[in-house]
Nanobody
Framework: QVQLVESGGGLVQAGGSLRLSCEASGSIFSIYARGWFRQAPGKQRELVATISTSTGSTNYADSVKGRFTISRDNAKNTVYLQMNSLKPEDTAVYYC?????????WGQGTQVTVSS
């Protein structure tokens, strides 16, 4: 019933920008936060950024501070990740996560590849 659909991934040159979006469909109850994670080949999935549903308070991994911006549109059930000044080390599959009091939801991932 619940699905998170991600879009915006692709291939970009170092220094370029991409904007990821993740829209939720179906019935999701009491979402208190949203986030983005990423997983590079052979590495553990890591937190990139989170944003509070109610306050808009954000948190970022040190590696992306100053370059990435997370935002959300609660009415559209959508969370965004604006990625600027991309580096090859940002290459990974990016996953959207919605935090709910009854359980968390994950997107299927979208590939971001940054060439040198």
């Amino acid at each position: 019933q619940v699905q998170l659909v991600e879009s915006g991934g692709g291939l970009v040159q170092a220094g370029g920008s991409l904007r990821l979006s993740c829209e939720a469909s179906g019935s999701i109850f009491s979402i208190y936060a949203r986030g983005w994670f990423r997983q590079a080949p052979g590495k553990q999935r890591e937190l990139v950024a989170t944003i509070s549903t109610s306050t808009g308070s954000t948190n970022y991994a040190d590696s992306v501070k100053g370059r990435f911006t997370i935002s959300r549109d609660n009415a559209k059930n959508t969370v965004y990740l604006q990625m600027n000044s991309l580096k090859p080390e940002d290459t990974a599959v990016y996953y959207c996560r919605y935090y709910s009091r009854v359980g968390d939801y994950w997107g299927q991932g979208t590939q971001v590849t940054v060439s040198s």
